[in-house]
């Protein structure tokens, strides 16, 4: 079966559940399901019930699409997203956005938790993503490439679409909300990094690390649509004064930012 046929036959399933032309897509990362408790949800659907559909085998993602309004707005929500270190291809972990598309979404706004390496910003502090760079050793792209669901050469000049971008700072500004604005490396994982690696990684200009985000991105970009990226700064990595991350902090960090999260998303969207 080819990548169309594919993404499609997922999509036709979401369908039959929720028929409605889907306005925003939302990706919820690591302890940040709770965005989910904003929707009006009128339909939820568990990615077992889903063909073709990759499952989450992390513990602090729930495994299921939440379909509903938010902000006025028809939108399906991924709570629970993929990654390289859990076996996973790019392909597989991107074919969500692949099926989001297919259901209508122009906008993607992705999440997720991050390690901070700037050195004035702090745990807790939200970051909207500007640029990205990718170090997971791969790209979702690579192989044939069906032009019916993107180029074979997608520009990446802006991968963050700049109109969203300002309508976050607006959201944030309105809301008393600091948004911090820098470039998210992504690497492979699991383990965090050493000292060492902390230096190279902020070396090359990225303020926030973390295992995913820009593959989803790049397919998106491939797809056409509009990208607004959002990170919870969950723990310090400043080589100099590295202490041990232990994943339960990462989680109550991520937990307590969300409120945040929420506030720019639903601002967001309801802007559009």
């Not at 929720?18 to 919820?28: G, Q, Y």
Request: glycine content about 10%; charged content about 20%.
């Amino acid at each position: 079966m080819h990548a169309r046929e594919r993404v499609e036959a997922c999509a036709q399933a979401v369908r039959k559940r929720f028929p409605r032309t889907v306005d925003a897509a939302i990706i919820l990362g690591t302890g940040l399901g709770a965005l989910a408790n904003e929707i009006q949800v009128e339909q939820v659907i568990d990615y077992h019930d889903l063909p073709n559909f990759p499952l989450s085998t992390v513990e602090s993602h729930r495994g299921r699409l939440l379909c509903g309004t938010l902000s006025g707005k028809t939108v399906v929500a991924m709570q629970g997203r993929f990654h390289r270190y859990e076996g996973y291809s790019l392909q597989q972990v991107t074919f969500p956005v692949r099926v989001l598309r297919a259901l209508g979404a122009e906008t993607l706004i992705v999440s997720n938790a991050c390690g901070g390496m700037h050195p004035l910003w702090v745990p807790g502090d939200l970051m909207l993503i500007a640029d990205h760079i990718n170090l997971l050793g791969d790209n979702p792209l690579i192989g044939p490439n069906d032009d019916t669901l993107g180029p074979r050469f997608p520009d990446m000049s802006e991968p963050y679409d700049a109109r969203l971008r300002t309508l976050a700072r607006e959201v944030a500004l309105a809301n008393g909300v600091t948004l911090r604005e820098g470039v998210y490396v992504a690497v492979q994982g699991p383990n965090l990094e050493t000292r060492a690696e902390y230096r190279f990684l902020r070396g090359i200009g990225a303020d926030v690390v973390g295992m995913s985000t820009v593959p989803e991105v790049i397919v998106a970009v491939h797809g056409g649509m509009r990208v607004l990226g959002l990170s919870i700064i969950t723990d310090n990595c400043l080589p100099d004064a590295l202490q041990p991350a232990h994943l339960d902090d990462i989680i109550a960090v991520a937990r307590g930012a969300e409120p945040k999260l929420s506030a720019v998303v639903a601002g967001v969207l309801g802007r559009l």
